[in-house]
């Protein structure tokens, strides 16, 4: 049973760019969440996605968008990346009646 | 403001001894808890989890402790192992598909 994967591991852009994060839940989960962990940090909340719609957003800017397919896989897309943008995004999957969350390895994205 | 708090960046135990880590928080709206452990370059890895209707949750090693009044929860791990040298990092929810709340974890060192 594969776990949440995320693609790719690792992206360098430069400031002003573009990039788009991919994810898939675990098997059997419905519900994908975006989290932002800055060096030093615990992981801040993005979005989270549920049946293809945004259902929870954190205290991010439109700059980021996402987007679920009827697979219940995700994209997470950045516009004008800025170099603060830097950081890990992890992407956490959970489903069903259990309230806990399960983490992909995460992408480490450096604006450059 | 920090919902979840961490106060101890880090900890250095002996093996076979045991680990306590230590989480407090500010909304008495969360009702469930969650702690994670995150190895570098990969992301949380899911422990062990407690609803407000328990005070206890236990899990091989791992046990969970919560105090309501207190506002508390700590993880007890017993006896503590070299591979569990991570960072550890609390997270807490509220009732309904609501988003996690991180801490800023705890780095703990188990020395052979």
């Known amino acids: 049973d594969a776990g949440v994967t995320q693609s790719p591991t690792h992206l360098i852009k430069t400031r002003g760019q573009q990039v788009t994060l991919r994810c898939s839940p675990k098997s059997g989960h419905d519900t994908v969440s975006w989290y932002q962990q800055a060096l030093g940090q615990g992981p801040q909340f993005i979005f989270q996605y549920y049946e293809e719609e945004e259902r929870q957003r954190g205290n991010f800017p439109d700059r980021f968008s996402g987007h679920q397919f009827p697979n219940y896989s995700s994209e997470l897309n950045v516009n004008a990346l800025l170099l603060g943008d830097s950081a890990l995004y992890l992407c956490?999957?959970?489903?069903?009646?259990?309230?806990?969350?399960?983490f992909g390895q995460g992408t480490r994205l450096t604006v450059v | 403001d920090q919902q979840v708090k961490q106060n101890s960046p880090s900890l250095s135990v002996q093996e076979g001894r045991i680990s306590i880590l230590n989480c407090d928080y500010t909304?008495?709206?969360?009702?469930?808890f969650l702690w994670y452990k995150k190895y570098p370059a990969e992301g949380p890895t899911f422990l062990i989890s407690i609803s407000s209707i328990k005070d206890k949750n236990e899990d091989g090693r791992f046990t969970v402790f919560l105090n309501k009044s207190a506002k508390h929860l700590s993880l007890h791990i017993v006896p503590s192992q070299p591979g569990d040298s991570a960072v550890y990092f609390c997270?807490?929810?509220?009732?309904?598909?609501?988003?996690?709340?991180f801490g800023k974890g705890t780095r703990l060192s188990v020395i052979a």
């Open positions: 956490a999957s959970s489903g069903g009646t259990s309230r806990n969350s399960f």
């Open positions: 909304n008495s709206m969360f009702d469930y």
């Open positions: 997270a807490a929810s509220e009732a309904g598909n609501t988003p996690l709340v």
